[in-house]
């Protein structure tokens, strides 16, 4: 993997750049659509390159846990499996371990859980999770890291800062060893805490990883304290190296994050609205079972060209929904994601003519207007 910063804006720390992969470049800042268990759910591949992706998410723990290693391994990693041409990105699956309560058991040595499918008892180490992810060949490794959530202590936010150090070490060891030749990213802790951010960076740039991440994030944390760290922390990221924020994505919080200097997210906010009515718009979301859309011509968002809102009128929408007809779901997510990744298109037309400021005001003051 190779990455060139391109342009900065004149106003901020919003900035753009090229990643190359094995599989296609891509312009950043970018929208990674979430594909947890090797797809993005309501959505074909090509459905995905027509809209305009170019690099997806995929989630280590769910794919060890199901369909396994084994299976994956027979057909040569997870592009082939799933019939992906893009790149794929593979968090290690830390936040959903984390997240298993009272299934999960954390010390230096590594993680023991039980699986959320049917309580089969796992133990994973960051080794472990550098091999599973090289046979799943994903062209982005994230490491196994601890976040202590929200809200945590302190002591805790730091305990989980020095074990992530620790992890990414012994990861990176592994990754060097193993020689794979895709690339491996380190994500900094701290919680809420700036010089714990600080201290977290520097033991992770130390070591020397491929791109960088702030995680910990968009866990209930109240928005204010969400954009002071991100504010705080993107800054400080080695500037040749990419920049991602993980979990976060609502609109707001691409866009300031994306002034603070953050090139790539993922979220499953868009599809995961979209199977559940919601569709975004330049005006706002748009619920779509609300009663005031039984009879509306209109299509979800007139301005959007859209596979969606160039054929189906919101009724139709509202009645798919209602309905609980598949195509709901598929109509819903083609039109979200193509908001997400139009969004970050135009971002990055910002940025070029040193315009992102003023672009994003005006869209914040649009969306937030119709919410």
Request: one cysteine or more; glycine letters at 10%.
């Amino acid at each position: 993997m190779r990455f060139k910063p391109e342009h900065d804006d004149a106003g901020s720390h919003a900035r753009t750049g090229r990643l190359t992969t094995r599989h296609g470049e891509i312009e950043t800042p970018v929208f990674m659509p979430v594909g947890t268990a090797g797809s993005v759910k309501a959505l074909l591949p090509a459905q995905l390159s027509g809209l305009g992706a170019r690099i997806i998410l995929g989630n280590t723990y769910h794919l060890f846990v199901r369909p396994g290693l084994d299976v994956i391994r027979d057909f040569g990693g997870l592009h082939r499996f799933m019939a992906w041409p893009g790149a794929i990105l593979t968090d290690s699956g830390g936040f959903q371990i984390f997240s298993l309560q009272g299934r999960t058991r954390v010390d230096d040595h590594g993680v023991r859980f039980q699986s959320h499918l049917d309580g089969t008892p796992f133990k994973l180490t960051p080794e472990d999770v550098v091999d599973i992810q090289n046979v799943l060949d994903s062209d982005i490794q994230m490491v196994l890291d601890h976040f202590a959530g929200y809200p945590a202590s302190r002591d805790e936010h730091a305990d989980a800062r020095r074990r992530t150090a620790l992890w990414a070490r012994r990861a990176r060891r592994r990754f060097m060893d193993e020689g794979c030749g895709n690339s491996q990213f380190a994500i900094v802790q701290g919680g809420l805490h700036e010089d714990l951010r600080q201290e977290s960076l520097e033991e992770l740039r130390e070591i020397g990883f491929d791109g960088y991440a702030v995680g910990g994030l968009s866990v209930g944390e109240p928005r204010a304290e969400f954009e002071r760290i991100v504010a705080y922390t993107a800054p400080l990221l080695p500037k040749d190296r990419p920049h991602y924020l993980m979990g976060s994505g609502t609109p707001e919080e691409i866009l300031h994050a994306v002034a603070a200097g953050i090139d790539m997210f993922d979220c499953v906010m868009p599809t995961r609205n979209a199977r559940n009515g919601c569709l975004f718009t330049r005006n706002g979301r748009l619920t779509i079972k609300n009663e005031r859309f039984r009879h509306d011509p209109l299509p979800p968002d007139p301005g959007c060209p859209c596979y969606t809102c160039r054929n189906f009128s919101r009724a139709y929408l509202r009645h798919l929904y209602l309905s609980r007809e598949i195509n709901s779901a598929v109509l819903n997510t083609i039109h979200n994601l193509r908001f997400y990744l139009d969004l970050l298109r135009d971002i990055r037309y910002s940025i070029r003519l040193d315009r992102f400021t003023a672009f994003k005001n005006a869209f914040l003051a649009q969306y937030l207007e119709g919410e």
